[in-house]
């Protein structure tokens, strides 16, 4: 199967061609789907377009199968019309309204990309993925986010199911042979990524929620598979939505501008979440099998908070190009954070920001392939790549910078305008500006220039001379900053605040004059952007480490702590502090730690230290030490609390790494509900505990058929995939089967590569083994030819096997004499090899393994 089959890129150029001849475009959409659960692999799809061109010639964009094409009345072949994804539009009326009739037959996708469909035992169930570039996978569209059209949609589906898209449903047409046609209201203005279908026997609850802007009864529901129905918890979700919508259009004093709000979570889902109006779409992830954790319930709450600002940042006011994605995701992100304080029990969102955002941002800032926030994106190919760590983290991390640096006021002042000027239409970075700009009465130029247009982070140090402390930034360029600075006093042991400045860095130093004398400065603890206003990377004095490594727990702020944390991790991946170091310190402190979302980040940075940053032989000694460590932390755990469960996370990937002879013994002990009684186990654990145990090769195949009778569910059968191959020696057979094209749905693939990559010296070692450097790069190419994007994106970084000094040689070398591969490609492995590149820089740091 060639997957890739006429999916070219649609450029930048072409689509500022169309948007200067195209206007006023409105959309009659019919989908059959009546046939998805009998096995066919194309539906049927009728499209009717209308629009007016300036233009004798245009082009839609399509993916399936043409098989009638009208241009105003006049019959075309259909053949000759359509090639490399592109349906040829001739003879125009120019000025006038053109009518573009078009029937074709489009596949259903088993990719998370256009219509995906899967099924939960005997039940079929639909959802779309449209951004960036796949709604032309299901029907006929002009495949760019500044050509919005009005859509009318009809669904025809089995009677027994349930049908949801962008807007209401209008009323229903019961058809023979248990078919029903549902008609929806034509909608706003809206743009083709963010077109939106599901259908099915999905399950759920309704609510609703009256808008007092517009006067409107909104519904809002939310849905899932039957088999995951007990595990909703439906109220939360309504509430978080109802709460959510009410603050929202307070906060932009703007009416909801869609009809309704479903939310519906699906399996098989490439990313956390996508933003359609009325539709937002989750990953399953977000219904808890297991009990989940504040830090889960807390990063739920903020990607359904995220997805509804999308409502206005994206849906309502659009970029008007891929170029600034950031303008609606970095919104996005900053909103979920800010709507999560506001309106949930989770008021410690910069918290969780701070710890994971920012780390997310400042890794991939690291990488070579780090771009500006506002990116050059010439075509969609392009954009796919640049869903990520800048565009989302750091553009929310600065954005935090911007509203410090002009005041809350100005800049709801500002968002408030610009929903009002470009409604319903298409924005760009200039157009926010211009109403930042006249918000704050400030010339941003230069600060939208060096935060936004450029890449890298500001390494910021300090200094005492007196009673002056003197912050070094070495950034270049230099970024102005507004941040805090702090002083905390070391009194017997404990870290209390001692004085906190708020302070503008302008340049390559900055005077502070603390009034403290200096001997007491010397002796105390200073914490550079305590409450994580600003996006750097701040340093500690070697004082300051020590007074960490004795008392960092004792730090009653719990933001301050986690960006204590955050800089120590990133002086680990500096090569500036022991990975070895970093663990113990866990060790010592993650007991005090009462953020649950910092204490999963430090639980699973410890894992990273040992497993990539720590040379082989020195890792085996350190995971036993962890494990060890773990062990004593999980029996001093609160029973019943997140922290129980997080250290037991840790345990479980730590027992499974460690080839010791008790470890088999005391992973089974954990399958007895009987040992940690306060702890329930779900399915998620059990299976965590079933991979640990067959990748020590003590699990065999009659037990772990019982495991999946046990959880007999589409989840349960996808971590039955991930178990079976975690056992040493199946890793040749998994290889065959996480790279033969069209073999393994996405959520498979990646359990698939969850077992490839299981932590433990025996699993590196087949690895190696199995699949070496020149190997893999003998086989990449097709692997990326032969996969679509996003499948392709999963293998090629799954799979990456440079870890030493000669594989990254080897793949540099390859890259030098292949400058022809897709540029994608290309970055996926220069980001795999920077990677491989620091681990090995950080391993040579520490020779002696400390
Ligand atoms: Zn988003």
Known sequence: MVATMSESTISRAECENRT????????????????????????????????????????????GKLSELWINGQRQDPHAAHSEGRIHLENLRVGQVNEIEIQGLSRYSRTGQGLHRFHDGDDTYLYSHCEPSDARRIFPCFEQPDLKARVSLSISAPTTWRVFANANPLRQEDLDRGRRRTYFDSTPPLSSYLTAFAAGPYVGEQTTWHDQRSGNTIEVGVWCRH?????????????????????????????????????????????G???????VTFTEKFIFRDDPT?????????????????????????????????????????????????TTQHTDAWVNFAGIRTAWAIEQDELSTTHPIAADIPDVDAARQNFDGITYAKGAAVLRQLVHFVGDDVFQEATRNYFRDHAYGTA??????????????????????????????????????????????????????????????????????????????????????????????????????????????????????????QSLS???????????????????RQGLLAPRHYVNMVSVHAW?????????????????????????????????????????????????????????????????????????????????????????????????IVCALRSLGVFGEAELAEEVQRDNTLNGKVRHLQATYCEPGRRKELLSRLTEPG???????????????????????????????????NHVSTWWETHPMEMANFIVRGLYPAEDQDGVAKVDQWLKTHPDIPRALQRALVESTDRARRAVMIQHAYPEGE
């Open 428 to 549: 760009t970075f200039a157009d926010f500006i211009h109403h930042l700009s006249e918000a704050s009465g400030k010339d941003l130029g230069q600060w939208v220039y060096l935060w936004l247009q450029t890449t890298g982070v500001d390494q910021l140090t300090t200094t005492c001379e007196g009673s002056s402390v003197v912050i070094h930034n070495h950034g270049t360029p230099q970024r102005p900053h507004r941040l805090d600075l702090s002083v905390f006093h070391n009194y017997k042991g404990i870290l209390q605040p001692l004085h906190r400045v708020d302070v503008e860095l302008n340049g390559s130093e900055t005077r502070i004059d603390t009034g403290l004398d200096s001997e007491q400065l010397e002796q105390s603890l200073l914490v550079v952007n305590d409450q994580a206003y600003s996006y750097c990377l701040a340093q500690p004095r070697a004082q300051d480490l020590a007074l960490l490594d």
């Open 294 to 342: 504040d830090a889960e319930r807390a990063a739920r709450a903020n990607t359904v908070l995220h997805e509804m600002s999308h409502m206005w940042f994206g849906d309502y006011v659009t970029p008007q190009w891929w170029d600034d994605l950031w303008l609606k995701e970095s919104f996005a992100e900053y909103m979920g954070s800010a709507a999560s304080c506001a």
């Open 743 to 777: 073999e393994l749905s996405n959520d498979e693939l990646r359990a698939g590569l969850a077992a490839w990559n299981m932590p433990g010296a025996a699993a590196a070692e087949e690895r190696t083994r199995v699949l070496g450097v020149e190997n893999y790069l």
């Open 273 to 279: 979440a996508m933003e359609n109006p009325g539709l």
């Open 227 to 271: 088999s995951m129905r007990e595990y909703l918890d439906a109220e939360d979700f309504l509430t978080l939505t109802t709460g959510g919508l009410s603050w929202f259009c307070d906060l932009f004093d703007s009416a909801y501008p869609w009809q309704r709000y479903d939310s519906i979570l699906v399996p098989e889902y490439n990313i």
């Open 554 to 572: 004792t730090i009653e702020d719990d933001l301050t702590r986690t960006v204590l944390w955050q800089q120590l991790w990133n002086l680990v």
């Open 592 to 688: 005090a730690e009462r953020n649950a979302t910092t204490l999963s980040t430090i639980v699973d940075n410890t894992r990273i230290a040992v497993e990539k940053y720590l040379a082989r032989e020195h890792q085996d000694k350190v995971r036993r030490i962890l494990a060890r460590n773990l062990r004593d932390l999980l029996s001093e755990a609160v029973p019943g609390s997140d922290s129980q469960r997080i250290f037991l996370t840790g345990y479980i990937s730590a027992l499974g790494a460690v080839d010791a002879e008790d470890s088999p013994a005391r992973l089974r002990a954990l399958l007895d509900p009987a040992v940690l009684p306060d702890l329930a186990r779900g399915p998620k654990l059990r299976w965590d």
């Open 20 to 63: 200067q001849n195209i206007h006023d475009l409105s959309l009659q959409l019919h989908l059959d789907l009546h046939r998805a659960a009998e096995g066919d692999d194309f539906f049927p799809v009728h499209a009717t377009w209308k629009f007016s061109s300036e233009a004798s010639s245009t082009h839609l964009d399509y993916l």
